[in-house]
């Protein structure tokens, strides 16, 4: 059973998946675990739309077009992300507990 934990634990440090917490199931495999932890991961993906903030624009002054000042342009830069799926970690903690599986920070 040791052997089981300390591979479990290395399995989640690397997938970073719930930060510090190793998963106890008295009886399981290492390809149950392997399984259920899939399973759980899929099921708590979350579609993340990406977000968009309005560039800023420039103005005529006396005929000139002034830029907006390259701060400005670099916030809104920044502010733009690429959406995507990320794990929403309650959902998966809440599966993997649904499966038997106790925590242990």
């Given at each position: 059973?040791?052997?089981?934990?300390?591979?479990?634990?290395?399995?989640?440090?690397?997938?970073?998946?719930?930060?510090?917490?190793?998963?106890?199931?008295?009886?399981a495999t290492q390809q149950e675990f392997n399984?259920?932890?899939?399973?759980?991961?899929?099921?708590?993906?979350?579609?993340?739309?990406?977000?968009?903030?309005?560039?800023?624009?420039?103005?005529?002054?006396?005929?000139?077009?002034?830029?907006?000042?390259?701060?400005?342009?670099?916030?809104?830069?920044?502010?733009?992300?690429?959406?995507?799926?990320?794990?929403?970690?309650?959902?998966?903690?809440?599966?993997?507990?649904?499966?038997?599986?106790?925590?242990?920070?």
């Amino acid at each position: 059973m040791k052997k089981f934990t300390l591979i479990l634990m290395s399995f989640i440090a690397i997938s970073g998946c719930a930060q510090n917490i190793t998963w106890d199931k008295p009886g399981a495999t290492q390809q149950e675990f392997n399984q259920d932890n899939y399973a759980c991961t899929q099921q708590a993906q979350q579609y993340q739309a990406p977000v968009s903030t309005p560039q800023p624009q420039g103005q005529m002054v006396s005929g000139i077009y002034v830029a907006p000042a390259w701060s400005q342009q670099l916030n809104a830069a920044l502010a733009n992300s690429p959406g995507g799926y990320s794990t929403n970690k309650n959902l998966y903690v809440g599966c993997m507990q649904s499966k038997g599986y106790i925590p242990r920070r």
